[in-house]
C-alpha cells in the first residue's frame, strides 16, 4: 500500500506555515520522493493568497481535518471486472488475485454490484439445480469466451438472451419431439459428431449450436446455418465440460450482489465499522464522487496503520495541530517554536532551531542537500522569511535569517524592502472583512497548566481602522472564549509602522487586573515595541497565567 506523508503547519496557518510546507514538500519531491504532499489544515488569508498568486505557485492541499476516514485505510490495489464479463472469467480472476471480492464496473468504472463468495455460491446453486430448468443469461460473445471455442458463424453476437441448455445426444426421433417441445426458447444445443443432429438443428432455427471436440462442420451446414442465422461456435472440450463451463457464460453483473452499497472516500471509519460488520465479506468497494470504484476496504485493513504519515511545520503543539492528528505516523517536525509536551510513536527528525522563520529552516535544508532551490520556490521562501520577521525587523529575527534572506534575495532577484513592504501591505488592510475572519485568520491556543486561552494577530498600517471597530471585536472574543472553552481569548493588532501592537483581551475582571500593561481604553492594552507574539507576548502571558493560577 502506497504511503503518502503530509506536510502540514498549524491550524489557522499563517505565511510561514504555508511556504514551508510547500517547499519542503518540493525539496522532497526533487529528492526522488514524490509521496510527499504539501497540505494546510486552513484557508489561506489575505497575504499568503497574494504571495501564492504573484508567484504563481499551486496551493498546498486543503485538509480541513485528519479524523479515521476510508481513504486512508483502504486498499488501491484491487482488481475489478467489467459488466460485461462472464462470471467464470470473472471467478477466475478473482482466485488468480487471492481478491476477496470483486467490484464490478460500467464501461466508464462506476460501481455496478460486488462478487463474493456467498452471491458466487448462490447463483451458482440456481445453474446447477437441475430443478432449475437450465434457464440463464448469456450471449454468444460470452459463451465463446467462456469456452474458448472457435466462431464458425455468428449472428447478434453480443446480445443478451434468456437461453436454454440441451444436450443432443438423443435419438432423432427423440431429439426432434425434444426441439419441438422448447421450440419458442432461445435454445443453445450442445453435440458432438452428429451430424444428423446438427442438421436439425440448424433447419429448427436454435438460436446457437455448440460442436464439441473440434469436430468439424460441413460447408453446406456452415451455408445453411448463415441462411437461417444460426449461431456455431466449435469448442475444444468434451460434451459434458462444454455443458459444465457454459453455464456460467452469464454476465457477471447479472450474478453479482447489488444489494451491497459501496461506501465513499471521505466517509468516516466511524461511519464504515458497522457496514463492514454487515457486509458477508466483511469488505466494501470504495467509490468516489461521481460513483467510480478507487479501492476497496475491509475489517482486516482497520487493525493496520493508515496509508499516509505526517510531518509538521512551524508548530509542535497538539492544540494547534489539525484535528486527528494522534491517529497516524508522525514523521518530523521542523519548527522554530517553544517545545511543547508533543510525544511521538517512534523516534523522529526533530529540527528546531531559535530563528525567525521556519521558512529560514528549509532553505538551509536545501543547500545542505545540494539541491537548487526552483525560482517561485526561493520567491516564497524569502515572503515567508519577511513575512514571520516583520521585514528583519522583530526581535526573533536572527543573523542566520538575515544571512537566508540575503541569499534568496539574490538569486530571485527581489530586493527585500520593496518585496517586504508589499507582502505586508498585503494583509494589512481588513476593509469589509468581518470581525470573525480577522479573529480566526491567525489564532492560536495555548495552555498553561489547565488554563486554555487563545491569541490572535493581525498586522496592519494603522489600529485606527481596528479601533473603531472595537465593539465587534470584543464580541467576536467573547464568542471565541466560549466556544473553546478559553480563559480569556486576545487579539493583538500589530501596527507595521510603529513596531508596536495594542491588545484586545476577553477576560474575568480577575484576571484583567493583574495586567500589567498600559491600558489605552477599556479591555484594550498598549504594548510598546512588541510585535512578536511568540517571543515576547506569549513569555508573558504565560508567566502572568502562571502566578494567578497558583
Known amino acids: 500500500m502506497t504511503k503518502t506523508v503530509y506536510i502540514i503547519g498549524h491550524r489557522n496557518p499563517d505565511t510561514d506555515a504555508i511556504v514551508a510546507a510547500t517547499a519542503y514538500a518540493k525539496l522532497k519531491q526533487l529528492m526522488g520522493q514524490p509521496e510527499y504532499v504539501a497540505a494546510r489544515c486552513g484557508h489561506l488569508n489575505p497575504q499568503t493568497e497574494y504571495i501564492f498568486n504573484r508567484f504563481k505557485v499551486e496551493r498546498p492541499e486543503y485538509i480541513p481535518d485528519l479524523v479515521p476516514k476510508t481513504k486512508y485505510y483502504m486498499n488501491e490495489n484491487y482488481v475489478s471486472v467489467k459488466e460485461d464479463v462472464s462470471l467464470w472469467k470473472a471467478v477466475d480472476k478473482m482466485i488468480s488475485t487471492n481478491a476477496p471480492v470483486l467490484p464490478i464496473v460500467n464501461i466508464d468504472g462506476t460501481y455496478q454490484g460486488l462478487l463474493n463468495v456467498n452471491a458466487f455460491a448462490l447463483n451458482s446453486y440456481k445453474l446447477l439445480n437441475p430443478k432449475g430448468g437450465n434457464n440463464f443469461i448469456s450471449s454468444v460473445s460470452l459463451i465463446a469466451k467462456t469456452l474458448n471455442a472457435a466462431p464458425v458463424v455468428e449472428f447478434n453476437s453480443d446480445e443478451y438472451f434468456n437461453c436454454r441448455i440441451m444436450i443432443g445426444d ?20 450442445i453435440t458432438g459428431d452428429r451430424s444428423d443432429l446438427q442438421r436439425i438443428c440448424v433447419e429448427a432455427r436454435v438460436k446457437a449450436l455448440v460442436v464439441t471436440n473440434d469436430y468439424l462442420v460441413s460447408k453446406e451446414l456452415r451455408e445453411l446455418a448463415k441462411k437461417n442465422q444460426v449461431s456455431i461456435l466449435s469448442s475444444h472440450d468434451t460434451t459434458t465440460t462444454t455443458a459444465l463451463l457454459i453455464e456460467y457464460s452469464s454476465p457477471v453483473s447479472a450474478m453479482a450482489d ?22 458477508p465479506s466483511r469488505c466494501l468497494p470504495v467509490v468516489d464522487d461521481n460513483f467510480k470504484v478507487i479501492g476497496i476496504i475491509g475489517e482486516n485493513d482497520l487493525v493496520h496503520d493508515a496509508n499516509i504519515e505526517i510531518i509538521l511545520v512551524d508548530h509542535n503543539e497538539p492544540q494547534q495541530a489539525v484535528e486527528g492528528i494522534e491517529h497516524y505516523t508522525i514523521r518530523e517536525i521542523i519548527d522554530h517554536h517553544k517545545i511543547s509536551t508533543f510525544s511521538t510513536r517512534y523516534p523522529i527528525n526533530f529540527i528546531n532551531k531559535p530563528v525567525g522563520s521556519t521558512s529560514t529552516i528549509i532553505t538551509n535544508l536545501y543547500i545542505e542537500n545540494h539541491i537548487s532551490i526552483p525560482k517561485d520556490i526561493a520567491s516564497i521562501l524569502l515572503c515567508g522569511i519577511l513575512s514571520d520577521t516583520l521585514i528583519l525587523q522583530s526581535s526573533t529575527t536572527t543573523a542566520y535569517d538575515i544571512q537566508t534572506a540575503d541569499y534568496l ?12 513592504n508589499d507582502i505586508i501591505k498585503s494583509g494589512s488592510h481588513i476593509g469589509d472583512r468581518s470581525a470573525s475572519e480577522v479573529v480566526h485568520q491567525d489564532m492560536k491556543e495555548y495552555s498553561e497548566g489547565k488554563i486554555k486561552y487563545t491569541v490572535s494577530q493581525i498586522e496592519v498600517d494603522s489600529t485606527n481602522e481596528v479601533l473603531s471597530r472595537k465593539k465587534e471585536f470584543f464580541d467576536e472574543l467573547d464568542s471565541l472564549k466560549m466556544q473553546t472553552g478559553s480563559y480569556f481569548s486576545a487579539l493583538l493588532v500589530t501596527d507595521i509602522t510603529t513596531l508596536s501592537s495594542v491588545m484586545f483581551i476577553s477576560a474575568d475582571s480577575k484576571f484583567e487586573s493583574i495586567l500589567t500593561f498600559p491600558k489605552r481604553d477599556d479591555h484594550i492594552y498598549f504594548l510598546k515595541d512588541v510585535v512578536s507574539r511568540k517571543k515576547q507576548l506569549i513569555p508573558l502571558l504565560s508567566e502572568l497565567v502562571s502566578s494567578y493560577s497558583e
Do not use: C
Open 170 to 189: 438423443d435419438s432423432v426421433t427423440t431429439f426432434q419431439k425434444l426441439l419441438k417441445e422448447h421450440e419458442s426458447e432461445n435454445l443453445i444445443v
Open 258 to 279: 447489488k444489494e451491497i452499497q459501496p461506501v465513499h472516500a471521505n466517509d468516516t471509519i466511524q461511519k464504515v465499522r458497522p457496514l463492514l460488520a454487515k457486509s
Open 409 to 420: 534575495s539574490s538569486i530571485t532577484d527581489l530586493d527585500i524592502k520593496e518585496l517586504g
